[in-house]
């Protein structure tokens, strides 16, 4: 097997980057790939009948899926997150414990509520990781969806600049969320990013974690131009296939990982990290200003400036300042709440109280320009001056263990200059690896 893989890998022209990938094993660092593998229940046969799916014919989804585990288990990362695994298949669930569990990995798998049929599988290896904590996450929203979270430890210290004092720890979250077909729907990925963090604020809080890196891993349904993306950047997670290639955030056009159902071709597949630092904004001013920000496109695309769009706010009254019953309207107008996956009234009234500076029960031309319009948060840095491209804050003395992005590869390798190849047949996603190496950092207590 692992000759004709070899040979397989060769005649694709990949060998060299399969390669690179597998030299970390002889190198003091680990390894993460996240990868969308097409459930054969939305994997469609024929353009012209829409209903023929890969699920009602046995020999092509075993098929693929055997190929699938066999690139997996030849890149043989640390850390294997796979989106719209076939839970409900239980030969296919069978076939990728046994091949992974053969091979040392352990796998946890998770099926999205209501019966949906597929989920998630992450994967971590005995060699590198010894897991300390799992937990399922259900948003119970809108679409189904759901995320997990893994707790692990490195087994070994995996540099001589480290040691046994500190553990190195890591929190791993593989995710897909909701697609957005239409507008609406990009309030509710947004609110699914949140209740990540949340989450995963709580767990390190109930366990009284210090500052350990985490990663999130998996298909987010969403460009660099997105909200999503920005609330994440604006927590202090960096993109690693990015910060791998020295990409801004400008960059979003150099690279693509998905041809959706419409035929579109957009980069959506992340391996985002988190390294442990004094810098993150908390997290419910981040949520606040990701929202406003969605209300200022929201308002921008209906052509109002800065002064239309204050008067649109406060239509309901003839004051020069926006009531919480114009907001509220404002809110229903732009379709942000009113529906059963809109705003709720709690958080309606969260982003009022973040939007009222001073309390009074009223929304001035200067509190609609700092925070809705040209929002300029007490605790918002777009800027860091003490940190490096990997998200490492420098001037602290306190010491723990974070990463640095060695190298990241698409495959296909089209993907990588914008292009998608017809010939690829695996998947609708290229699979994300991305290389990590350990190393000391200094950090500060959690916000």
């Given at each position: ?331 229903q107008q732009l379709n942000l709440t009113g529906h059963h996956h809109g705003l709720s009234d709690e958080e309606t009234r969260d982003l ?9 029960g009223l929304l001035d031309y200067k509190e609609f320009q700092l925070r809705i319009w040209k929002p300029t948060w007490a605790d918002q ?67």
């Amino acid at each position: 097997m692992r000759t004709k893989m070899k040979g397989r890998i060769s005649r694709i022209g990949s060998y060299a980057i399969a390669s690179s990938i597998r030299d970390h094993h002889q190198q003091p660092s680990i390894t993460c790939t996240t990868f969308n593998i097409l459930a054969p229940i939305y994997k469609r046969l024929s353009n012209e009948d829409q209903s023929c799916r890969e699920s009602d014919y046995r020999a092509y989804w075993l098929a693929r899926n055997h190929r699938i585990l066999d690139w997996l288990l030849y890149e043989r990362s640390s850390i294997i997150c796979l989106q719209e695994f076939w839970v409900g298949n239980e030969e296919l669930v069978n076939m990728y414990e046994k091949r992974l569990g053969d091979a040392g990995y352990l796998s946890f798998k998770l099926a999205r509520t209501n019966n949906r049929g597929d989920g998630l599988l992450t994967a971590v290896h005995k060699d590198y990781f010894r897991v300390i904590n799992y937990r399922d996450l259900l948003f119970n929203d809108f679409g189904d969806r759901v995320a997990q979270l893994l707790h692990v430890e490195l087994v070994v210290p995996y540099s001589e600049c480290l040691n046994d004092e500190l553990r190195q720890e890591i929190l791993i979250v593989n995710t897909h969320l909701l697609f957005p077909h239409d507008s609406s729907l990009c309030l509710v990925r947004l609110q699914q990013v949140y209740k990540i963090l949340q989450h995963v604020e709580s767990y390190q809080k109930e366990y009284n974690l210090n500052p350990i890196p985490i990663i999130l891993c998996g298909d987010w349904n969403g460009s660099k131009r997105g909200h999503v993306y920005k609330f994440l950047r604006s927590q202090g997670f960096v993109s690693s296939y990015d910060t791998a290639h020295q990409y801004t955030d400008a960059d979003a056009h150099k690279w693509v990982s998905h041809r959706n159902h419409r035929g579109n071709i957009c980069g959506v597949d992340f391996i985002w990290l988190l390294n442990p630092n004094k810098y993150r904004k908390l997290l419910k001013a981040s949520w606040s200003e990701a929202v406003f920000g969605m209300f200022k496109y929201l308002l921008r695309r209906a052509s109002l400036t800065e002064y239309d769009a204050f008067a649109f706010l406060k239509a309901d009254n003839d004051g020069d300042y926006i009531t919480y019953s114009g907001f509220c309207e404002a809110l229903q107008q732009l379709n942000l709440t009113g529906h059963h996956h809109g705003l709720s009234d709690e958080e309606t009234r969260d982003l009022w109280v973040q939007a009222d500076i001073d309390g009074n029960g009223l929304l001035d031309y200067k509190e609609f320009q700092l925070r809705i319009w040209k929002p300029t948060w007490a605790d918002q840095r777009d800027e860091f001056s003490n940190e490096d491209e990997n998200g490492v804050v420098t001037g602290s003395q306190d010491q723990t263990i974070g990463f640095s992005v060695k190298n990241a590869v698409l495959f296909p390798p089209e993907v990588e200059k914008g292009m998608w190849p017809e010939n690829y047949s695996l998947s609708d996603h290229a699979r994300l690896t991305v290389v990590f190496s350990p190393i000391r950092m200094p950090c500060s207590p959690l916000s």
